[in-house]
């Protein structure tokens, strides 16, 4: 697959995005996870058939798109920019929205509010926690320090995920940092996101959300993650007969980048439903 193109769509927040086979029949969106951005997707782009036209998304405060000052960064949010997305780039067809992690928990605010506007839904390795304990793991990331790497070298060797697990290839997380850092202020290198969008508040009852949903969705959990247990997942896709359960064995919560193929063959699986 070629590489994609880089584009811009204007507006507030000015937000920017990756496609890849733009003549493709079906839209499929990307949403990426919190500190991420759009190249997280690549490998699974790649994966995906050519007949799919592919768009990873730069969230709002994230890679390339504009940050919002004041901070707005909440479920509804990210559903609103992926809304205005879709009436600028996608004609008269419903796509397919995919999301990862936080951008899970958009796509699940999108599918809430805007069900006539997508063909249906993959939510993949969200948390269904309780708010307490979402609370507890944002208090500690607004502990964290902000990071000012003095090279892009030093900055390559210290990035990390976030949970910090094995699996991905040495050479993939090494692309991976290089398109998730930027100039810092004065000087060094910092990574390519805005602190305050961990600080947006969750606002959004995941259990409760999938409930209610009225559009197809698939919830997709990564086999060995402890970000969405295969009991909380199981209850999710039991509490409402238009979603649906697949695990991904052995994968861990960065299944885009640990197992791209496999997710890949998950997502193009259930969008062919939504052919004819």
Known sequence: M???????LAGSPRLHYLEWNPR???TIIFLHGNSANAWWWQWVAECMPPRFRLVALDQRGHGDSE??????????????????????TCDCELPLVVGH??????VLAFAERYPDRACG????DVAVTSSRMRDRYLRRLRALPTVVYPDLDTARARFRLMPNEGGIPAERL????????????KSGYTLKFDRESFFGGDGLHVMETIGKLA????????????????????????????????????AHHHVLLEKPQELARVIAGFAERFEG
């Open 2 to 8: 070629s590489e994609p193109r880089s584009r811009f």
């Open 24 to 26: 493709g029949r079906r």
């Open 67 to 88: 940050w919002v000052n004041p901070p707005a960064y909440k479920p509804e949010d990210y559903a609103g920019d992926l809304r205005r997305f879709i009436a600028a």
């Open 101 to 106: 992690s936080m951008g899970g928990i958009g």
């Open 121 to 124: 839904a993959v939510v993949v």
């Open 174 to 185: 090494s692309a991976i940092a290089e398109r998730s850092l930027a100039p810092a202020a």
């Open 215 to 250: 559009l197809p969705t698939l919830l997709v959990r990564a086999g060995r993650s402890r970000i969405m247990t295969q009991e909380a997942a199981e209850a999710a896709a039991a509490s409402n007969p238009r979603v649906e359960l697949v695990v991904i064995p052995d």
